[in-house]
């Protein structure tokens, strides 16, 4: 392989780190992440917090209830209000 192939390849894949690394950040507008997390303590039989991931521009919030339910919920990063899992 010659060196300007190498080169060609080595600003592709040090690109394409740089998009991804940019997705996985909310946007400048988003609500804070501890407004998000006051709505899911407030939900009926609320528990505690599992999890937060931050995956395809929502929050994924896992809490469980008192009754040991594990409940998965998105959340708009913007509006802060739940969106459907898929």
Sequence with gaps: MSAGA???FLVLVMAGGAYAAE???PPQ???KLSE???KVEQRQDFQYVGEVDWEDGAYEVT????DHAKVEMKFDP???EPKTLR
């Design 29 to 31: 507008n988003a609500k």
């Design 6 to 8: 190498v080169a060609s």
């Design 63 to 66: 809490y469980y209830t008192t």
């Design 78 to 80: 913007v509006t802060g």
């Design 36 to 38: 998000i997390i006051a």
């Design 23 to 25: 997705a996985r950040v």
